[in-house]
């Protein structure tokens, strides 16, 4: 029986550790690309020149930015379907808006990783800037989300 060689634990530390600053970098662009009013290629390049960490995943980086801005009125959309009616999306506080946005985005539009790890993922990130009331938020959001847009991962 043929087994095919695993990832080394070193490899797959370091990539996840890319997405993760993706994530987090695509958050702060995400939030200079809607208060500045910025076409979000131009962000992307600028964080791409002066921002970025070296182990950033470029390519997710890129990937989240770019999407969030040309599926924004979807994006957006789905977001406020999964708040309660009295909540206004347009309401939160701005790095919250783009932490949804970008995770959101990435468990509509990215197959790779699974649901729970994205989630996961983007409720660390959130306690990064704010308490874990608002990441409790986010976690319900992304939570009831992706039950619809990942529904086979739930089953």
């Not at 634990?9 to 910025?38: F, I, P």
């Not at 076409?39 to 989240?64: K, M, N, Q, W, Y």
């Not at 009616?85 to 995770?103: G, K, P, S, W």
């Not at 983007?122 to 938020?137: H, K, Q």
Request: aromatic residues 8%; charged residues 20%.
């Amino acid at each position: 029986m043929a087994v095919g060689k695993p990832k080394s634990s070193a490899a797959a530390q370091a990539r996840q550790a890319g997405r993760r600053a993706a994530r987090m970098s695509a958050v702060q662009a995400l939030y200079q690309w809607e208060m500045a009013k910025m076409p979000a290629r131009e962000v992307v390049a600028e964080f791409i020149t002066h921002h970025l960490t070296p182990d950033c995943d470029r390519s997710l980086f890129g990937t989240l930015v770019t999407g969030v801005e040309a599926d924004l009125p979807s994006v957006d959309h789905m977001v406020q379907g999964a708040l309660s009616e009295t909540f206004d999306f347009n309401r939160l506080e701005a790095v919250l808006r783009q932490i949804l946005r970008a995770a959101v985005f990435e468990l509509a539009h990215q197959s790779d990783p699974p649901a729970r790890v994205v989630i996961s993922e983007y409720v660390a990130l959130t306690l990064a800037f704010f308490t874990p009331v608002e990441s409790g938020l986010v976690n319900g959001v992304l939570d009831k989300l992706a039950r619809v847009v990942r529904p086979a991962e739930f089953a």
